[in-house]
């Protein structure tokens, strides 16, 4: 099934005063369960190539991986989208004495990455988010809201973001950082700092 | 505007990223009670001109209930706390007296 897979909007793009671009199918595993959990922590290192359970509200990456926090009691598992079913099928049966839950929901979701100096401010344009250089770095993955819908956001290097939304929204997600980066609609809120 | 902290991802963010629950603490009637204390359990609910506790959820983040204290005079949050508890914590109870000398909401003061 994986050479038939495609992304919510098939790589759509966009150059504004930051670069747009949908990601494209991303390997996306929710895993829900005790934190605490020596077992839990084991499992996750193992299957996320080492990395590990990320503190609240970061994320860890490590090769093609990476783990963030979602809530006290749920992590999102990113890897390539063709190893996200056998790597869900490890961490069940790694976790299989425990109380956890673990599902590839790869195609449940839409990834962008927003890549130019202004992308704190396209970002600041659409969420209730200090996104000063100071308030917001990499390594910290915030969970909001964007315009109308829910979001998360977090730093792929020192101007870049990737922003992943529910799939259903895709196109409105795009829309609306298409449309906070569009061309003469800088501030440069963030330029001095 | 209210700005809300979540006790669970301590996240401080402003009200739209939550999504209010109504009231707390309210204590479920259920089969076998008498007819009005189910009427009051599903009907009957505070409306204070002050000190009141509320439940929210931060439905945009990390989805979590808990619970918040504020004032509906002033729109002042005196504090947010987990939802595994039937009653206001102490600490925030006594916070809140030094701000509201004599407040008092349902059994509470």
């Known amino acids: 099934m994986s050479d038939h897979v495609t992304s919510a909007l098939a790589g759509a793009a966009f150059d504004g005063f930051v670069q747009l671009r949908e990601a494209g199918a991303c390997g996306m ?19 996320a190539e080492g990395a590990g359970v990320p503190k609240t509200r970061q994320i860890t990456t490590a090769g093609d991986s990476a783990v963030a926090w979602m809530s006290p009691d749920e992590l999102l598992i990113m890897c390539p989208h063709a190893e996200a ?5 490890a961490l ?47 390594g910290e993955i915030r969970r909001t809201r964007m315009a109308q819908v ?7 290097g020192p101007d870049s973001f990737r922003v992943v939304c529910f799939r259903s929204v895709a196109a409105y997600v ?3 950082l ?5 061309p003469g609609s800088e501030v440069g809120v963030f330029a001095d700092t | 505007m209210l700005i809300l902290e979540c006790p669970y991802c301590g996240v401080t963010g402003e009200e739209t990223e939550f999504h209010g629950g109504g009231e707390a603490h309210i204590k479920r009637f259920g089969p076998g009670s008498s007819d009005d204390d189910f009427h009051d359990y599903l009907f009957t609910r505070e409306n204070p001109f002050g ?6 959820r931060h439905v945009s983040g990390c989805g979590k209930w808990f619970h918040a204290a504020r004032c509906t005079k002033t729109l002042e949050v005196f504090g947010t706390y987990s ?10 109870r006594a916070a809140i007296s030094d701000k509201r000398p004599g407040w008092t909401w349902r059994e509470f003061s």
């Open chain 1, 29 to 47: 595993i929710t895993l829900r369960g005790d934190f605490s959990s020596a077992v839990f922590q084991k499992a996750v290192g193992e299957v």
């Open chain 1, 85 to 89: 079913p056998a790597r869900a099928a």
């Open chain 1, 92 to 138: 069940a049966q790694a976790l299989s004495g425990e109380h956890a839950l673990a599902v590839n929901v790869s195609d449940a979701r839409a990834v962008f990455d927003l890549t130019g100096a202004g992308s704190r401010e396209v970002l600041a344009k659409l969420c209730p988010v200090d996104f000063a250089p100071g308030a917001f770095k990499q």
């Open chain 1, 150 to 156: 829910a979001a998360a956001v977090w730093m792929t």
């Open chain 1, 174 to 176: 795009f829309g609306l």
């Open chain 1, 178 to 182: 298409q449309a906070s980066a569009q």
């Open chain 2, 51 to 56: 000190v009141h506790f509320e439940r929210w």
């Open chain 2, 83 to 92: 939802a595994q508890t039937t009653e206001p914590p102490s600490d925030l």
